[in-house]
C-alpha cells in the first residue's frame, strides 16, 4: 500500500502489535536519560560539536519484520508545536541490527531530508539558556521491505508512513542543553 493509500484509510499513528515489548534500543553512547556528549552535537548553528551519529544496538524485533526506520526527533524544539526532526532513515535491511558510530548507512537505507534541511545525522543544537531538550531515538520494525514514499517525502510524511506500517518500536532518549 503506497503512502497516498495510507493517507485516504485514515491509518492509525501509533505503533502496535504483539512483541513490542521485547524490542529494545540501546547504545554504548547514550545512556537513556543523560545528556549526549559533545561528539554527537551539531556543529553549526552556534553549537560547536563533532556531529557523528552515536552508535546504536536494537534487538527483540518481532516475527514479521521486513525492515527498519530510525527516526530522531526533539519534541522541545520552539517550533510551534512539530518539534525538530534530526535524522530520518529507511528501507534499513531487516539482517542489521546496529549503526556503529558516525554510521556509514547499509546498502538499501534511504535517509530523508531533516529539519536542517538535507539528509544525514545532525545532532542537537537546541537555543541558548533553553531548558534540556529530549533527544528521542526511535526505531521501528517494520511490516514492508522498502516504503513507498515520494523523492521528496519530508520528515513528517515519512514518519507517518513508519508508523502506520510498524509492528513494534523502541526508544532511546537523551537530553541537551547549552
Known amino acids: 500500500m503506497n503512502w497516498k493509500s495510507w493517507i485516504g484509510a485514515g491509518a492509525l499513528l501509533a505503533a502496535a502489535g504483539g512483541g513490542a515489548a521485547a524490542f529494545e534500543l540501546k547504545s554504548a553512547d547514550i545512556a537513556p536519560g543523560a545528556t549526549i556528549a559533545d561528539t554527537f552535537v551539531f556543529k553549526g548553528f552556534g553549537c560547536a560539536g563533532g556531529n557523528l551519529s552515536p552508535a546504536l544496538d536494537w534487538s527483540g524485533a518481532p516475527e514479521g519484520t521486513q525492515s527498519f526506520a530510525l527516526l530522531v526527533h526533539d519534541p522541545d524544539a ?51 539558556g533553553d531548558k534540556p531538550h529530549h533527544y528521542n531515538f526511535t526505531i521501528y520494525a517494520l511490516k514492508s521491505a522498502k516504503l513507498d514514499l515520494p523523492p521528496n517525502a519530508t520528515a513528517s510524511l515519512t514518519g507517518f508512513v513508519v508508523n502506520a506500517n510498524a509492528l513494534a518500536k523502541a526508544t532511546l532518549t537523551g537530553t541537551y542543553s547549552r
Open 78 to 128: 520552539p517550533t510551534g508545536g512539530a518539534g525538530f526532526w534530526h535524522w530520518v532513515v529507511t528501507d534499513i535491511p531487516a539482517s542489521v541490527h546496529s549503526l556503529p558510530r558516525g554510521a556509514k548507512l547499509p546498502d538499501g537505507a534511504r535517509e530523508i531530508a531533516t529539519d536542517f534541511g538535507a539528509p544525514g545525522y545532525g545532532g542537537p543544537c537546541p537555543p541558548q
